[in-house]
């Protein structure tokens, strides 16, 4: 079956970076918009960042603009999120997610397949 495996999270002092992988098995890949979400415990998975299949369209949330990047390789069945300027309250699990609909997608409801997340924690 369709199987999302994230990587790429850890520990990082504030300020920092990392960059998230998410590559995707048994899924065409690039008829299928990619979405990263975040959840902290207590609270509801929220959207990050989504790309549409053609990497024409992307979006943000406003807590992460100008600081994350989403991209995404079709030859590689890979989306990829690069985290910058890294702050304590990004810390969370972080989730990517494909959807077969259209557009820069926000709604965890809108989205087929889920990764199984991977932890980020930023130190202050």
């Known amino acids: 079956q369709v199987q999302l495996v994230e990587s790429g999270g850890g520990l990082v002092q504030a300020g920092g970076s990392l960059r998230l992988s998410c590559v995707a098995y048994?899924?065409?890949?690039?008829?299928?918009?990619m979405g990263w979400f975040r959840q902290v415990p207590g609270k509801e998975r929220e959207f990050v960042s989504a790309i549409s299949w053609n990497k024409g369209s992307t979006g943000y949330a406003d807590s992460v603009k100008g600081r994350f990047t989403i991209s995404r390789d079709n030859a590689k069945n890979t989306a990829y999120l690069q985290m910058n300027s890294l702050k304590p309250e990004d810390t969370a699990v972080y989730y990517c997610a494909a959807s077969l609909l259209a557009g820069v997608l926000q709604g965890t409801s809108q989205y087929n397949f889920w990764g199984q997340g991977t932890q980020v924690t930023v130190s202050s």
């Open positions: 048994r899924l065409t890949f690039s008829g299928y918009t």
